[in-house]
């Protein structure tokens, strides 16, 4: 797992980079969300829907911005966290497909395989340089502090008269 800033985002306002649509066998170009160029630094393959539906939970403490990814069977090593244009989080990896022998007989195959893509936009309060990443059990754990607020000083003004 590494933790790295990068620019260039393709879409500042966009979360995801996954299409509803894909894999439905008609035609849905009008229907497709914009994907990003082959010369982006972002341009996944077309299969980024099979497991873009990473499961992500966010929370906001007192202290910090907490981000909780459920990716069972997928390595610290394959899990990459990075920070776009100062305040952008992205969450990304792959879990690879199972290696097929020819003598075996698949009855079912639900679990999924393939690229994820997760991005979220934070607050101002957030300190970039202080984030950290943990992984356990299979939980990704993403900590970034908040800084503090501070309250601004109110003084009270005698009227006179």
Do not use: C, Y
């Not at 829907?49 to 069972?72: C, G, M, N, Q, Y």
């Not at 090593?77 to 969450?91: A, F, H, T």
Request: no cysteine; charged share 30%.
């Amino acid at each position: 797992m590494s933790i790295t800033r990068r620019s260039n985002i393709f879409d500042p306002f966009s979360l995801d980079l996954w299409d509803p649509f894909d894999g439905f066998p008609f035609n849905h170009s009008l229907l497709s969300f914009p994907r990003p160029s082959s010369s982006s630094s972002l341009s996944f393959p077309s299969d980024t829907s099979s497991f873009a539906a990473a499961r992500i939970d966010w929370k906001e403490t007192p202290e910090a911005h907490v981000f909780k990814a459920d990716l069972p069977g997928i390595k610290k090593e394959e899990v990459k966290v990075e920070v776009e244009e100062g305040n952008v989080l992205q969450i990304s990896g792959e879990r690879t497909r199972e290696n097929e022998e020819k003598n075996d007989t698949w009855h079912r195959v639900e679990r999924s395989s393939g690229k994820f893509l997760r991005r979220f936009r934070l607050p101002e309060n957030a300190k970039m340089d202080q984030i950290k990443a943990a992984m356990e059990n299979g939980v990704l754990t993403v900590t970034v502090p908040k800084e503090e607020v501070k309250k601004p000083e109110v003084k009270s003004i005698e009227i006179s008269g």
